[in-house]
């Protein structure tokens, strides 16, 4: 819930949050208990951090002193949410997480739901340097896009929890409405990825059902409800050639880590700081080495059990068209799911 969470009066490319300083401030509390952390993912993610911080380190050639250390607060967060998988593990802390995972996701498709109906055209963001979107759902995160990932990763865990049925159209109706492809391509590949799994054909119909659903959506106007546009499949063509670019011109350490809205030159935009694709972002920022020690991390993730596999799988599926496995929410989902799940490998 960027847009409300925000903490005012900083300066203009540094964005801090409630929740980041809610984090935080259990993380510390944490620590002063001296808990006893389990090594079957700090190892991967210790190693990530560390190539990022290398690559940071290394950028100061290019990049002013304040730059890399504004860049470096993305790290820092980076390493404040992955906590959250020691913090929830410890036996100590018999949190409710898919719960309160779920409560939140169903509070975000009802201010969607409210937003669409009140609020559906929301031009005068563009001054914030937000997109401008008409008759789209965005809700409290001013992006069609993830608030569709948030709501199908609440889908998903929804039905692996065996929770309500009811709850099914809540998700269903401003995910639709968000026309956000890819949210639809992930909806549609995790439910490939299940019936492989689980042997179920029955979820190719319900997948087939859905893709019948689209040509009847609302169309009231503007181009972003318009699922046959073109003009972001050119851009996002242009962003993966640039991304080709950067990993050419920078293959083993990358630009370094977050450093993307000044080597672009961009420093206030909120699409600046990223690329459209998770795993190009890795590449061009922390080379080859971040690369492989993110996969690294990724794989160590995907062990823990069916429900952690489908969610990755929609996540990886999205995050070829978004930045989204290093957006702030899904950040914060996924490693509170893995924090309660057991690991099956």
């Not at 290019?62 to 860049?71: A, G, H, K, R, V």
Request: proline share 5%; net charge positive.
């Amino acid at each position: 819930m960027d847009g409300f969470t925000k903490i005012p009066n900083l300066p203009p490319t540094v964005n801090l949050y409630l929740h980041d300083l809610i984090i935080i401030l259990v993380l510390a509390l944490y620590f002063l208990t001296k808990p006893k952390i389990k090594l079957n993912l700090l190892k991967p993610f210790i190693a990530f951090l560390l190539v990022c911080f290398i690559s940071l380190f290394f950028a100061i050639r290019n990049f002013s002193l304040i730059q890399i250390l504004t860049s470096s607060l993305y790290l820092l967060r980076f390493t404040v949410y992955g906590c959250l998988i020691f913090i929830l593990k410890d036996k100590r802390f018999k949190l409710p997480i898919k719960k309160l995972l779920i409560f939140s996701s169903l509070v975000l498709a009802i201010f969607g739901i409210a937003q669409y109906l009140i609020y559906p055209d929301i031009h005068f963001l563009a001054s914030n340097q937000w997109d401008n979107h008409y008759y789209r759902v965005i809700a409290t995160f001013f992006d069609p896009s993830f608030v569709g990932m948030i709501l199908l990763l609440g889908m998903i865990l929804t039905f692996f929890t065996k929770s309500s049925p009811w709850l099914y159209p809540i998700y269903l109706i401003p995910l639709l409405l968000t026309y956000s492809r890819s949210t639809y391509l992930a909806l549609l590949i995790s439910l490939l990825s299940y019936t492989i799994f689980k042997r179920k054909l029955k979820f190719l119909i319900i997948g087939l059902l859905f893709i019948l659903i689209l040509p009847i959506l609302p169309r009231p106007g503007g181009e972003g409800v318009k699922l046959e546009r073109v003009f972001s499949i050119k851009q996002r063509l242009y962003n993966y050639q640039d991304s080709f670019v950067i990993i050419k011109q920078n293959p083993i350490l990358g630009v370094g880590f977050n450093t993307l809205r000044y080597y672009k030159n961009q420093p206030l935009s909120h699409a600046g700081a990223g690329l459209d694709s998770s795993l190009l972002f890795v590449f061009a920022t922390t080379g080859i080495i971040g690369f492989a020690a993110y996969l690294n991390l990724l794989k160590s993730i995907y062990k823990h059990s069916l429900l952690i596999k489908i969610s990755l799988i929609a996540l990886l599926t999205h995050s070829l068209f978004q930045n989204s496995l290093f957006y702030p929410w899904v950040l914060i989902w996924l490693f509170s799911l893995v924090a309660s799940e057991k690991v099956r490998s």
